[in-house]
């Protein structure tokens, strides 16, 4: 089944800023098989998950590329794995591991 990526709103920051942490979503998002819909918020946190929503900051844009998609991966892997919030130190470790073997697999880094 085809991963199904819906921006559901981009609600703050600059256009170039919405852009740069939606092309990072979008790249990893493709990869990963999971169904998720995107909203990026101004918020200090960077990003969580309710298990179909993934909201990723806006301030996202001040980080590095390979950071945005890890973080984004990170949320992907959360929904992928079905973990639901509060998450524990191990879902954590998972949601972390799976993450590292997507962007590995997409050549987006090396292990």
Partial sequence: MKAL??????????????EAVRASFAKVHRLSG?????VVVNTDTLGWTDGRTVYLS???DLESRIAREFIA??????????????????QEREADEDAVRLLV?????TP
Avoid: D, F, N, Y
């Fill in 105 to 109: 697999r997409a050549g987006l880094a």
């Fill in 58 to 60: 806006s301030r996202l």
């Fill in 73 to 90: 991966a990170h949320e992907l892997a959360h929904i992928r794995l079905g973990h639901q919030a509060p998450t524990t130190k191990e």
């Fill in 34 to 38: 999971a169904h998720a819909v995107l």
């Fill in 5 to 18: 990526l819906l921006v559901l709103a981009l609600l703050t920051g600059t256009a170039q800023a919405q």
